[in-house]
Structures are given as structure tokens and as C-alpha cells.
């Protein structure tokens, strides 16, 4: 999203946010909260890179060798400074001089660091901070306090992420082609990879391939097993767009001759995955969709082996909140765009899973993945 009001109410969004939690700046590397924030989509280099937002006007601090790409960013349309430092010199220790510029009071101050800033970085800008704005300065993780902004979508980012699904509804409809018995896990993956980007994704972000009883682990490593005949496969796919947002979509496949047994656990596992759709909608709380699927699940004796949370937010990242899973209280709102997605797993037979992105619109769950949802049987 690099439009530039998008982008500035973002940044607004985010320094009320600060505010109004008692922090002083929150100041934020490379990664997804920097490219919702601004639309700067840097590389995270051992050089430190960071965008200081908070009270006063929002400032960014990059090495010299990124001053092109920083340009060539919304940055200059929100009026964001550049400030760059040489080669030789100290990335943390400017954003310190940056800021006690700003507090030349002394008094103590809260500096909030993005959640997935290098530790090394977090701990260098912790001592700049502390020698050039004294000792009375607290560095501590933001822990949330974009997370709470970025759950809840536009409808632009509700757009972006529908043609994240449809790209990767692409790539499932050409599934069934791809499993031929004397394959191995691993060769379908690779065409698959090619698949995503031939889709319109700009990066492959994970292809989980897992065949037979390999599919009793969620996150299967594609690896050597041949898929023969009977075999229950679990393809789980998703990639990057251009935009940054992203796709994730989760079917069951089974080579003929299907064991009927497994086709009747299938069967339940649809049922749950349909119901937990049906149940979202503003104001029910995040838990009680992942209640509706374990309940059918566990009605069919498959409770225990539904061995995860139903689902997580999407978004620039694959995983954000919201979760939908136990202890979640929280309502969800609408805009909110997350998977649901679950499953059941028996060690040393087989598994499956049914993974939809569903919108959370003022009447009720809208499904962006579109594929069909029963047990696609293969030959
Ligand atoms: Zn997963
Ligand atoms: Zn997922
Ligand atoms: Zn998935």
C-alpha cells in the first residue's frame, strides 16, 4: 500500500498510539512495521536503519548506501527527514543525538523498539541512548502497539489481500496436475515454487508438501517421500505480492483409492471448517470461532488430534494477530482478515487440514480463497 494518505494516517495512527501508551518514541527497523508505516521497503542490513516515531515530527536514520532507496520510497510524499550516516560512523549514536536535540530536559523517557529489531541493535541504541540522553532514558519493546493499529484492515488492504487470494487460488487449481504418483514431495514442491510466482507473487514465502503419514506433522519439510496411490497429501502454500501483502491457503488432497476412513474423518473436518466461518462476525469473541471447530471435531473423537490454534491475522505478514484460538477474548472487529484453518493429525497414518482467509465484514465471515473445499481426489 504506497499511497501516501494511506500511509500518513498510518503514521498518525501510530504516534497517538505512542502517546497516548507514555512512550517517547518508538523507533522501528526494517520489516513490516516499517513498510506500513511508511512504505519503505528496506533491506535489513548489520547497519542500523530506523524510522523514530512518537512526539514531534517523524525522522528516519539510514547508512549512507541506502539514501537512493530511501528517495525512491514514499518517504519524501509523508515529509518524513532522512538523516544518513557515513561509513565510519555510528547509526544508534545519531538517532540518540537526533533525539536528545528534542529532550534537552533530562527527565525520564520510554523508548519502545519494534518487537523483531535485532537484539544487537536494540541493546546498541539502549546505550547510545542512555549516554547521550542520560541514564534516565527506558528502552523496552513495543510489544503490541502496531500490532493493535495493523489487525484491523482497510478496504484497500482488504483488496490486496483478496488478490493475494485469488493468486493463490491460481496455484491450487493447478494441484491436481502436479500429483503424479512416483513424484517425490519435493519435486511437486519446486513446481509449485514456480507456480506462485508465475501467479504474481514477488516472493515464494513456504510450500508444505506432505504425503501419507508425513502429513501428520502441519509444518512437513518437503522431503523424499514418493506419493503412491491411496495417499492423503496436504498442500499449504503462500508468497508475497508486490504490494507486500500476503497469500495462505491450505487443501487436502488424496490420491485414488481413497481409504473410506479417511474420507469420513475429511468429511468432519469440512464440516467444522464451514461452521467456524459461519460463526465469525463482529463482536464474537476471537475464541469462540476455534470453540466451534474443535467442538465438531471433538463430537467425531478428533478432538485431540487437532493439535493447533484455528486460525491467525494476515496481512504484510503471514502471521499477525488476531489469533483465533483459546484464551483470545478479545471481539473481532470488522475489517479483521485471518485464516481459519483447522485440522487433524494421527501420527503414523495421515492428516489434513482446510485453510480459508476469511474478511470479518459487518454481517458476518467472508471467505477470500475461493477453491473448492472438498477432499480433491486425484486420478
Ligand atoms: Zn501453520
Ligand atoms: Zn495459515
Ligand atoms: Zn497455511
Known amino acids: ?51 523514530v516515531v512518537g512526539a514531534g515530527e517523524p525522522f528516519i536514520v539510514v547508512p549512507r548506501l541506502e539514501v537512493l532507496a530511501a528517495a525512491a520510497s514514499p518517504l519524501g510524499d509523508l515529509g518524513v527527514a532522512v538523516h544518513s550516516y557515513g561509513e565510519g560512523d555510528d547509526g544508534p549514536a545519531l538517532v540518540a543525538r537526533l533525539l536528545n536535540e528534542r529532550w534537552p530536559d533530562r527527565e525520564p523517557r520510554t523508548v519502545a523498539v519494534d518487537d523483531r529489531m535485532w537484539a544487537v541493535k536494540a541493546f546498541a541504541l539502549q546505550t547510545a541512548l542512555k549516554g547521550t540522553c542520560g541514564e534516565a532514558v527506558t528502552v523496552t519493546a513495543a510489544a503490541g502497539i502496531l ?81 503412491r496411490p491411496g495417499d492423503p497429501v496436504i498442500v499449504d502454500i503462500g508468497g508475497t505480492m508486490p504490494d507486500g501483502y500476503r497469500s495462505d491457503e491450505t487443501r487436502t488432497y488424496a490420491l485414488a483409492p481413497v481409504d473410506p476412513e479417511f474420507a469420513a474423518q475429511y468429511a468432519v473436518l469440512y464440516e ?36 493447533h490454534r484455528t486460525g491467525h491475522g494476515i496481512g504484510l505478514d503471514t502471521h499477525e494477530q488476531p489469533y483465533l484460538a483459546v484464551g483470545e477474548e478479545d471481539p473481532l472487529l470488522a475489517g479483521m482478515v485471518f485464516s481459519v484453518e483447522p485440522g487433524f493429525y494421527l501420527p503414523g497414518r495421515w492428516g489434513a487440514r482446510l485453510e480459508d482467509i476469511v474478511v470479518c465484514t459487518p454481517t458476518g465471515g467472508r471467505s477470500l480463497t475461493l477453491r473448492p473445499r472438498e477432499l480433491c481426489v486425484v486420478g
Open 147 to 227: 500490532a493493535g493499529l495493523r489487525m484491523v484492515k482497510s478496504d484497500a488492504e482488504v483488496s490486496a489481500l483478496a488478490a493475494a487470494a485469488a493468486a493463490i487460488d491460481a496455484v491450487h487449481a493447478r494441484v491436481p496436475s502436479l500429483l503424479q504418483p512416483g513424484r517425490t514431495e519435493r519435486e511437486v514442491a519446486r513446481l509449485l515454487a514456480e507456480q506462485v510466482l508465475a501467479a504474481g507473487h514477488v516472493r515464494v514465502d513456504f510450500i508444505i508438501v506432505a504425503a501419507g503419514e508425513n502429513a501428520a506433522s502441519p509444518h512437513h519439510e518437503p522431503g523424499d517421500r514418493v506419493l
Open 1 to 51: 500500500m504506497d499511497d501516501p494518505r494511506v500511509l500518513a494516517a498510518n503514521l498518525t495512527a501510530a504516534a497517538r498510539r505512542c502517546v497516548a501508551a507514555g512512550l517517547s518514541a518508538l523507533v522501528v527497523s526494517p520489516g513490516t512495521d516499517l513498510r506500513w508505516l511508511c512504505g519503505y521497503d528496506a533491506v535489513p542490513l548489520v547497519r542500523l536503519t530506523a524510522l
Open 272 to 307: 467444522a471448517q464451514q461452521q467456524a466461518v459461519a460463526g465469525v462476525s463482529p463482536g464474537v469473541p476471537r475464541q469462540a470461532v476455534d470453540a466451534i471447530a474443535r467442538s465438531r471435531l471433538t463430537a467425531a473423537g478428533l478432538g485431540e488430534a487437532f493439535i
